[in-house]
């Protein structure tokens, strides 16, 4: 059997998902097996690449850039999980659509930076969005796997049943804010 | 003050005597529309200039309500009593009409004088309706009981209190097969029977007069107009199901109808009509008026009855019915302005007389805001069955400035727009349901070729929005969901998914609403979709991907 | 009162689910249900506040009638069919979830109630994987000038619980709605903030019945923040009684 050529991305969210991703541990080995990484931060591509058989993705959309990593995601990938609350509900990360960008920027780099006080980074930073999204706001998504973050578990079940393609309950180990 | 039938139709007869003296009556109309533009400061001019005239006895100036022709007022109905009541109808009249109004009438004039403010009477605005409803209104001083009277009023009521048994009351209801006029068209006859049965010490009579779709003042005219004929209609149901008391619960937004109808019931009952022992029979009745507070949602049953016992007007679940746990916990009946208004004529009349007209399961006739891009805005009765092509264009005498017609909203933000093709649909409760509209109140808006069918939609959803009572989930939130989805249509940005999504929602929220309000707030969304898609499909913006 | 309804009902029987029970009649289908161990999804109705239907939840298929029923209000009929669990009343579980969640601003890992919440705990139950329709994030003024207690509309579902318990049971009636459609909002004694209030007795049943964050005691953390609801059924046997 051919591996599946597997993806994982990481948008606005606190790379929690990520970090319980790797919380596997040795299942990561059969994992392993099974997929081949070709584009993830644990692998560093730079590019996201074309046929994806599945991505997983981190975080909700927040910047210019998030929103346009997204959709060349959706367009390169058969199937797209969203990964962890961010992604599914935007979650903490929409908690800036209750005050704005401006707001949320004036606290960062104006009030709350102590170095640099008052400068506003204009190259390194994308352009945020008016409105900070969940993932299936803005593309169709295939599956959802909420929690904060999703235990291991959760991840491991999920993906070995995308794997094997048998259905799976993800109430069984994750829910929101799990 | 009357005791019997005979002594009533005795005091009707003096009444009409005393009233062949005058020769013409000068009716000037102060429904809210005709007082809103200043007919109240010509009748005053007009009774200055009369009052200097040698044969000033020989007229009476009378106030009246709304007589309809709202869009032609300020209007002024002559009424030549000693001419087989003739009517000539003069409109836009302006208060410096008022003394060449005047002269020309008492004769001292060439009637050609007023010749540019005599409306034309044989067009099919007049000739079309059948008033059963709205016989007196803008006949009538609605300020006056003789008045009433003197048009066989409480006739109807001494009469079934001495002629009919309660029993033999509810028979001549069910006769007629009225069904009620606030929308949702339930037989008035089983209503009362269902109350008349049950057991209980206390029973209760209200009046719905909490008209609040927007394009609609059907009730309010009819309180306006003729405030004891709701009062009789009531004090009929009364006796029918065995209740002594009353109300009326009037939205706050009609003053004019709230102080017409307290000085009625005053009225009525120094006279006798209303009150202790009416006619000399066991039977006694009073009538309070309850202001509401300006809710929509105060307008559904259960709501009403909280709003008058002085609750959070919230709707609550059905069963238990009114008829079993109303008003205080008591059976209790619930109609609207408009069906209580048409109890008089079919006690009088007898039910057989009523069910004479209209369509198989629709009786009677139904009285119509006609408001939008139609020409003859204004107050209408029509008989049941007329088809709503006749309605638009012969009674309302079709589309403002040489446009083309594209739809009729009919039932307020709980109806539907119904497109040209199906303008030869019958007006009745069935076939205005099966084509996705409902009759409701009586609120009819014409839109012309100019109209967004997804601005309609997204109007009536904003007003549901807003007046939604915030209990149920579904309506309080599906909402504001659909009218956001709406305003993406409106601005073009909407999504293929939205489509989808909007068709959805609309079903659900229908589906599992609490009360009526909600379940119908979908209907416009659902009509407009459902004729004039391709509006929506004109929202959709090209995907990115 | 209550003693004379019991004495007139009869029994009935009814099916649901395709089981069939008998049960009095002057019971609801959802206490008929929850005796018998089927469970029917509910976030408003709580045994021993009066039901008023408001969540939609419960909505059953009754055979032979159009519309749904709140299966919390409707009483049992004879020879009623009822479905509580067709694949129509699924789907409609979860858009009132949905409608729920995107209401106010719910964000689970960050709330006082994270992992007692009824919310929350339904959404898993009904198989909420995400929510369908926008959020609509509002801007909520938190009431914490209360001693004890605090008011959050961002976490509130409007289920009315706490207005009744607070009417009903404590007989204090201080928590009220204040506005209509979206902009409702629990209020204390006429929109004062509620550290103000003069007839807050301070007992906290708002607090316990809460299904969710919106009203939470201070001083507790999140592990803390159990609603101990013991009262309630004590409390309505105490009146039942008198």
Request: proline content about 4%; aromatic content about 6%.
């Given at each position: 059997?051919?591996?599946?050529r597997l993806?994982t991305v990481?948008l606005d969210?606190?790379?929690?998902c990520h970090?319980?991703?790797?919380d596997?541990?040795?299942r990561?080995?059969e994992?392993?097996?099974?997929?081949?990484v070709v584009?993830?931060?644990?692998?560093?591509?730079?590019?996201?690449?074309?046929n994806?058989?599945?991505a997983?993705v981190?975080?909700?959309?927040?910047s210019?850039?998030?929103?346009?990593?997204l959709?060349?995601?959706?367009k390169?990938s058969k199937?797209?999980l969203?990964?962890?609350?961010?992604?599914v509900?935007?979650?903490?990360?929409?908690?800036?659509?209750?005050?704005?960008?401006?707001?949320?920027l004036?606290?960062?780099?104006?009030e709350l930076s102590?170095?640099?006080?008052?400068?506003?980074?204009?190259?390194?930073?994308p352009?945020?969005?008016?409105?900070?999204?969940?993932?299936?706001?803005?593309?169709?998504?295939?599956?959802?796997?909420?929690g904060?973050?999703?235990?291991?578990?959760?991840?491991?079940?999920i993906?070995?049943?995308?794997?094997e393609g048998?259905?799976?309950?993800?109430?069984n180990?994750?829910r929101?804010?799990? | 003050m009357?005791?019997?039938?005979?002594?009533?139709?005795e005091?009707?007869?003096?009444?009409?005597?005393?009233r062949?003296e005058?020769?013409?009556?000068?009716?000037v109309?102060?429904?809210?529309?005709?007082?809103?533009?200043g007919?109240?400061?010509?009748?005053k001019?007009?009774?200055?200039?009369?009052?200097?005239?040698?044969?000033?006895?020989?007229?009476?100036?009378?106030?009246?309500?709304?007589?309809?022709l709202?869009a032609q007022?300020?209007?002024?109905?002559?009424?030549?009593?000693?001419?087989?009541?003739?009517?000539?109808?003069?409109?836009?009249?302006k208060?410096?009409?008022?003394?060449?109004?005047?002269?020309a009438?008492?004769?001292?004039t060439?009637?050609?004088?007023?010749?540019?403010?005599?409306?034309?009477?044989?067009?099919?605005f007049f000739?079309?309706?059948k008033?059963i409803v709205?016989e007196n209104?803008?006949?009538?001083?609605?300020?006056?009981?003789d008045d009433?009277?003197?048009?066989?009023?409480?006739?109807?009521?001494?009469?079934?209190?001495?002629?009919?048994?309660?029993?033999e009351t509810?028979e001549?209801?069910?006769?007629?097969a009225?069904?009620?006029?606030?929308g949702?068209?339930?037989?008035?006859?089983l209503?009362?029977?269902s109350?008349?049965?049950?057991?209980?010490?206390?029973?209760?009579?209200?009046c719905?007069g909490?008209?609040?779709d927007?394009?609609?003042f059907?009730?309010?005219?009819?309180?306006?107009?003729?405030?004891?004929?709701?009062?009789?209609?009531?004090?009929?149901?009364?006796?029918?199901?065995g209740?002594?008391?009353?109300?009326i619960?009037?939205r706050?937004?009609?003053?004019?109808?709230?102080?017409?109808?307290?000085?009625?019931?005053k009225?009525a009952?120094?006279?006798g009509?209303?009150?202790?022992?009416?006619?000399?029979?066991p039977?006694?009745?009073?009538?309070?008026?309850?202001?509401?507070g300006?809710?929509?949602?105060?307008?559904e049953?259960t709501a009403?009855?909280?709003s008058?016992e002085?609750?959070r007007?919230?709707p609550?679940?059905?069963?238990p019915?009114?008829?079993?746990?109303?008003f205080?916990?008591?059976p209790t009946?619930?109609?609207?302005?408009e069906?209580?208004?048409?109890?008089?004529?079919i006690?009088?009349n007898?039910?057989?007389?009523?069910?004479g007209?209209g369509?198989?399961?629709?009786k009677g006739?139904?009285?119509?805001?006609?408001?939008?891009q139609?020409?003859?805005t204004g107050?209408v009765?029509?008989?049941m069955?007329?088809?709503?092509?006749e309605?638009?264009?012969?009674?309302?005498?079709?589309?403002?400035?040489?446009?083309?017609?594209?739809a009729?909203?009919?039932?307020?933000?709980?109806g539907?727009?119904?497109?040209?093709?199906?303008?030869d649909?019958?007006?009745?409760?069935?076939?205005?349901?099966?084509?996705?509209?409902?009759m409701?109140?009586?609120?009819?808006?014409?839109?012309?070729?100019?109209?967004?069918?997804?601005d309609?939609?997204k109007f009536?959803l904003?007003?549901?929005?807003?007046?939604?009572c915030?209990?149920?989930v579904?309506c309080?939130?599906?909402t504001?969901q659909?009218?956001?989805?709406l305003?993406?249509?409106a601005?073009?940005?909407?999504?293929?998914?939205d489509?989808?999504?909007?068709?959805?929602?609309c079903?659900?929220?229908k589906?599992t609403?609490?009360c009526?309000?909600?379940?119908?707030?979908?209907?416009?969304?659902l009509s407009?979709?459902?004729?004039?898609?391709?509006?929506?499909?004109?929202g959709v913006k090209?995907?990115?991907? | 009162?209550?003693d004379?309804?019991?004495?007139?009902?009869?029994t009935k029987?009814?099916t649901?689910?395709?089981?069939?029970f008998?049960a009095?009649?002057d019971q609801?289908?959802?206490?008929?249900?929850r005796?018998?161990?089927?469970?029917i999804?509910?976030?408003?109705?709580?045994?021993g506040?009066?039901d008023?239907?408001a969540?939609?939840l419960?909505?059953?298929e009754i055979?032979?009638?159009?519309?749904l029923k709140p299966?919390c209000?409707?009483r049992i009929?004879?020879?009623m069919?009822?479905?509580?669990?067709?694949?129509?009343?699924r789907?409609?579980?979860?858009?009132?979830l949905?409608f729920?969640?995107?209401e106010?601003n719910h964000?689970?890992?960050?709330?006082?109630?994270?992992?007692?919440?009824?919310?929350?705990?339904m959404g898993?139950?009904?198989?909420l994987?995400?929510?369908?329709?926008?959020?609509?994030?509002?801007?909520?003024?938190v009431?914490?000038s209360h001693?004890?207690?605090?008011n959050?509309p961002?976490?509130c579902?409007?289920?009315?619980?706490?207005?009744?318990?607070?009417?009903?049971?404590?007989?204090a009636?201080?928590?009220?709605?204040?506005?209509?459609?979206?902009?409702?909002?629990?209020?204390a004694?006429?929109?004062?903030?509620?550290?103000?209030?003069e007839n807050?007795?301070?007992?906290?049943?708002?607090?316990q019945?809460c299904?969710?964050?919106?009203l939470n005691?201070k001083?507790?953390?999140?592990?803390e923040?159990?609603?101990?609801?013991?009262?309630?059924p004590?409390?309505?046997t105490?009146?039942?009684?008198?």
């Amino acid at each position: 059997m051919a591996k599946i050529r597997l993806a994982t991305v990481w948008l606005d969210g606190c790379s929690g998902c990520h970090m319980s991703f790797l919380d596997m541990d040795e299942r990561l080995i059969e994992i392993a097996s099974k997929v081949e990484v070709v584009c993830s931060p644990y692998v560093d591509t730079k590019e996201f690449p074309e046929n994806v058989d599945l991505a997983i993705v981190e975080g909700a959309v927040s910047s210019e850039e998030d929103l346009e990593k997204l959709l060349k995601i959706r367009k390169n990938s058969k199937m797209v999980l969203a990964l962890g609350d961010c992604g599914v509900t935007g979650n903490v990360s929409a908690m800036r659509n209750l005050v704005g960008v401006e707001a949320s920027l004036k606290c960062a780099y104006d009030e709350l930076s102590d170095n640099n006080k008052g400068v506003r980074p204009s190259r390194e930073t994308p352009k945020q969005l008016e409105r900070v999204s969940a993932q299936h706001e803005r593309v169709f998504i295939d599956c959802f796997l909420p929690g904060c973050p999703p235990p291991a578990d959760a991840i491991y079940n999920i993906l070995s049943s995308l794997i094997e393609g048998k259905e799976y309950d993800i109430f069984n180990h994750t829910r929101f804010g799990k | 003050m009357p005791q019997t039938l005979e002594e009533l139709e005795e005091l009707t007869k003096a009444l009409q005597e005393k009233r062949a003296e005058i020769k013409e009556e000068i009716n000037v109309c102060l429904g809210t529309n005709c007082l809103a533009i200043g007919n109240d400061e010509t009748k005053k001019s007009l009774e200055k200039r009369l009052a200097d005239k040698p044969n000033a006895q020989n007229y009476r100036i009378k106030p009246v309500g709304c007589h309809g022709l709202c869009a032609q007022g300020p209007l002024v109905i002559v009424n030549s009593v000693a001419n087989e009541h003739e009517e000539i109808v003069y409109e836009k009249v302006k208060n410096s009409d008022a003394e060449r109004l005047i002269d020309a009438i008492v004769g001292e004039t060439n009637p050609d004088t007023i010749k540019d403010l005599r409306c034309e009477t044989d067009i099919p605005f007049f000739t079309k309706q059948k008033k059963i409803v709205l016989e007196n209104a803008g006949i009538i001083n609605p300020d006056s009981l003789d008045d009433y009277i003197l048009s066989n009023g409480y006739h109807a009521l001494f009469y079934a209190l001495t002629h009919l048994s309660p029993e033999e009351t509810i028979e001549q209801v069910k006769i007629s097969a009225l069904r009620g006029r606030g929308g949702g068209g339930y037989p008035t006859g089983l209503k009362w029977e269902s109350v008349a049965k049950a057991i209980s010490d206390k029973k209760y009579v209200i009046c719905n007069g909490d008209e609040g779709d927007p394009g609609a003042f059907m009730d309010r005219a009819v309180m306006e107009s003729d405030p004891h004929r709701v009062l009789e209609g009531m004090a009929i149901c009364g006796y029918a199901v065995g209740a002594d008391q009353g109300f009326i619960y009037v939205r706050a937004e009609y003053p004019v109808a709230v102080e017409r109808l307290k000085r009625a019931i005053k009225d009525a009952e120094r006279n006798g009509l209303l009150g202790q022992k009416i006619a000399g029979t066991p039977f006694s009745f009073s009538v309070e008026v309850r202001l509401g507070g300006g809710a929509f949602v105060c307008g559904e049953a259960t709501a009403l009855i909280a709003s008058i016992e002085g609750n959070r007007g919230n709707p609550r679940q059905k069963p238990p019915h009114l008829s079993d746990r109303g008003f205080n916990g008591q059976p209790t009946v619930l109609n609207n302005v408009e069906t209580y208004a048409n109890i008089p004529p079919i006690l009088r009349n007898g039910g057989e007389w009523f069910a004479g007209f209209g369509t198989e399961k629709s009786k009677g006739s139904k009285v119509f805001a006609l408001t939008g891009q139609v020409k003859h805005t204004g107050l209408v009765e029509v008989p049941m069955g007329m088809t709503l092509r006749e309605l638009v264009f012969d009674v309302g005498g079709g589309i403002e400035g040489g446009k083309e017609f594209k739809a009729v909203q009919t039932g307020g933000p709980s109806g539907g727009c119904i497109p040209a093709s199906l303008l030869d649909q019958p007006i009745d409760y069935e076939s205005l349901k099966e084509i996705g509209s409902i009759m409701g109140s009586g609120g009819v808006i014409v839109m012309d070729e100019t109209s967004s069918m997804v601005d309609v939609a997204k109007f009536f959803l904003e007003f549901c929005m807003t007046e939604s009572c915030g209990k149920c989930v579904p309506c309080r939130v599906g909402t504001a969901q659909l009218h956001n989805l709406l305003d993406k249509f409106a601005k073009k940005e909407a999504s293929q998914n939205d489509l989808v999504l909007l068709e959805n929602l609309c079903q659900m929220i229908k589906e599992t609403s609490l009360c009526g309000l909600g379940q119908t707030a979908p209907n416009p969304a659902l009509s407009t979709l459902k004729y004039f898609k391709e509006e929506y499909i004109a929202g959709v913006k090209k995907e990115i991907e | 009162m209550i003693d004379a309804n019991v004495q007139r009902a009869r029994t009935k029987t009814l099916t649901i689910n395709d089981q069939a029970f008998s049960a009095r009649s002057d019971q609801t289908i959802l206490q008929v249900a929850r005796e018998n161990n089927i469970d029917i999804p509910t976030l408003c109705a709580i045994e021993g506040l009066s039901d008023i239907g408001a969540c939609r939840l419960c909505l059953v298929e009754i055979a032979g009638q159009r519309e749904l029923k709140p299966a919390c209000t409707t009483r049992i009929k004879d020879g009623m069919v009822v479905s509580t669990d067709t694949e129509r009343l699924r789907k409609h579980r979860k858009t009132i979830l949905s409608f729920l969640f995107a209401e106010r601003n719910h964000i689970c890992s960050v709330c006082v109630s994270n992992a007692h919440c009824e919310l929350q705990k339904m959404g898993a139950k009904v198989g909420l994987t995400h929510v369908e329709v926008p959020y609509l994030y509002p801007k909520l003024q938190v009431d914490a000038s209360h001693r004890r207690f605090i008011n959050d509309p961002n976490r509130c579902i409007l289920c009315l619980r706490c207005v009744r318990v607070c009417d009903e049971i404590e007989g204090a009636h201080i928590l009220d709605v204040f506005a209509r459609g979206l902009e409702a909002r629990i209020i204390a004694e006429m929109g004062r903030p509620w550290g103000e209030s003069e007839n807050c007795t301070e007992c906290g049943k708002c607090v316990q019945v809460c299904p969710t964050g919106a009203l939470n005691e201070k001083g507790l953390s999140v592990a803390e923040q159990h609603k101990r609801r013991g009262f309630l059924p004590y409390l309505t046997t105490m009146k039942r009684g008198r």
